[in-house]
């Protein structure tokens, strides 16, 4: 039996895709190891968000071919699509794919020639259908991540992920809801809606929606969360918010990316909103929703950030007051607008300003996690945290952490909350 073993980068599509081409392989007859062990075929899935992401990439496609030089190197994913000659020029790599024909992936590797190197990597902009990647079961999970929608259109000028990942294409609405399912009668409680840009799912389908999608999937028996990945903010209007409220099942998590709490900056990132109209947001979900964490990702160091610009973020992020936060440093992508612009802010600011909305937002995350200390929650279990305690998380998405003896993976306990440790909660098991 040959074996094969798999490395994912970056975000939770790519942690799908790889689920899904792994079971590709294990369907053809392949045994699934660590990707540490000595096996014949290696597939890294990469990320581009970032250089760190690139330069990751490539040390683990060099660690594959040290640990077995004569196995096969097939490189998926955003830096291969974007970077396929770079990929390819890398010692050991065998094959290129890119971010489409992954369900051909086998067939791909199995038809490689004796050491040949191909780049397979089609022209993304040219496609407009989603590719069928499913999974039917998941290993060592509590919660099912599901992808509903591939490709972004928003070219919001730092990033490189629209020519990564192509034009938006949505799965079809019966096929999500098939997997979904299938899923649920195979014990997962939780169901995570995920997609390169989650917000415009539907947009190429006749009269579909996210919203429709996420009432549909209230629906199917056995499913007991809905959670949504990143989304935009000007998804969650009005309209939007008074659709779903009726969900039973959707948790009272969102995470709304802002990136910049300035318009001025925002406006140069080419975002689609302003302050104002994000703050109307996240009020309009409060008012919904009492218990709602809102999280968000926050940008630093962007081109042309004045001191100015970055003290009127801080006070944003202040007066929002977050759950929690993804406070990251601009990197400079090659082929984006941004990166063109010679207002590049030094390594060193960026560095001090990421501490600043570090520590602002570990205030925020605590003084959120504070109200809901003394009270009952539903917590679902996912596994045994280092610490001897069972870990879990609730509804709105806090870490629980619980002293327990018992096995609850994949269980509801009602958890009384206790006390906050490094921005996790401790509670006693009541149930």
Do not use: W
């Amino acid at each position: 039996m040959k074996k094969a073993g798999f490395y994912t980068l970056g975000c939770k599509v790519n942690q799908y895709e790889t689920e899904a081409m792994a079971e590709l392989f294990k369907e053809r007859g392949y045994e699934i190891r660590d990707f540490n062990d000595i096996n014949d075929v290696y597939v890294i899935n990469t990320c581009s968000v970032t250089n760190m992401g690139d330069r990751k990439s490539r040390q683990i496609i060099r660690r594959a071919k040290k640990t077995n030089p004569n196995a096969i190197v097939a490189v998926t994913g955003c830096y291969a699509q974007t970077a396929p000659e770079e990929v390819l020029s890398i010692e050991g790599v065998n094959i290129v794919i890119g971010t489409q024909d992954r369900k051909r992936i086998v067939k791909l590797v199995e038809d490689l020639k004796a050491e040949s190197c191909v780049n397979h990597v089609t022209d993304i902009m040219k496609v407009h259908e989603f590719e069928e990647l499913n999974i039917k079961e998941y290993t060592d999970r509590t919660r099912a991540f599901i992808k509903i929608q591939e490709g972004c259109s928003q070219f919001c000028s730092y990033c490189i992920i629209p020519y990564a990942r192509g034009p938006v294409r949505s799965r079809p609405y019966d096929e999500v809801l098939t997997e979904v399912k299938r899923l649920a009668a195979n014990g997962f409680k939780e169901i995570i809606l995920v997609g390169i840009h989650v917000a415009s799912y539907g947009r190429d389908l006749d009269n579909m929606s996210l919203e429709r999608l996420i009432m549909a999937v209230d629906k199917i028996e056995g499913v007991e969360r809905i959670r949504l990945s990143s989304i935009e903010p000007m998804t969650l209007d009005k309209s939007f918010i008074d659709s779903v409220r009726a969900s039973k099942k959707l948790c009272h998590h969102f995470h709304i990316s802002l990136q910049s709490g300035c318009d001025e900056t925002l406006k140069r990132m080419n975002r689609k909103y302003t302050t104002a109209e994000f703050k109307a947001i996240v009020d309009g979900l409060r008012e919904a929703f009492d218990d709602v964490a809102i999280t968000t990702d926050i940008m630093v160091g962007f081109p042309g950030e004045t001191d100015e610009e970055f003290r009127k973020t801080v006070e944003f992020v202040n007066e929002i007051s977050f759950a929690d936060a993804h406070v990251f440093q601009y990197s400079r992508r090659r082929g984006t607008p941004a990166a063109k612009r010679p207002d590049q802010i030094s390594p060193q600011i960026k560095e001090e300003r990421s501490k600043v909305i570090i520590e602002l937002t570990r205030k925020n995350r605590d003084a959120f996690l504070g109200r809901f200390l003394g009270k009952e929650m539903r917590v679902l279990f996912e596994q045994r945290a280092s610490d001897g305690t069972f870990e879990g998380k609730t509804d709105n998405y806090i870490t629980i952490h619980a002293p327990t003896d018992e096995e609850l993976k994949d269980k509801f306990r009602t958890v009384l909350l206790e006390r906050i440790e490094n921005g996790i909660v401790i509670g006693k098991i009541t149930d």
